[in-house]
């Protein structure tokens, strides 16, 4: 009781793989809505601050990945 089965590679793989996209969309899709938003509102700061705010998760994403000595990580 309360053991994990133990992964395939392959399934380790696809979970790196998931993780990485995600990462990746999380750091990109903000700025393309703030480049939409810019466009329909007729401003020019929307698009870069969502990519400020999109790269500040996705590091923050990657720490919590990263994980430190001393954290537990599911």
């Keep these: 009781m309360g053991?994990?089965?133990?992964?395939?590679s392959i399934g380790e793989a696809m979970g790196w793989a998931a993780?990485?996209?995600?990462?990746?969309l999380t750091m990109f899709l903000p700025g393309v809505l703030?480049?939409?938003?810019?466009?329909?509102?007729?401003t020019t700061w929307l698009g870069p601050v969502g990519l400020v705010a999109g790269f500040a998760v996705a590091?923050?994403?990657?720490?919590r990945l990263r994980g430190g000595p001393g954290r537990r990580t599911r």
């Design 19 to 24: 993780r990485i996209i995600a990462i990746g």
């Design 59 to 63: 590091i923050a994403i990657l720490a």
């Design 3 to 8: 053991q994990r089965p133990e992964e395939s």
């Design 34 to 42: 703030g480049t939409w938003l810019d466009t329909r509102l007729a």
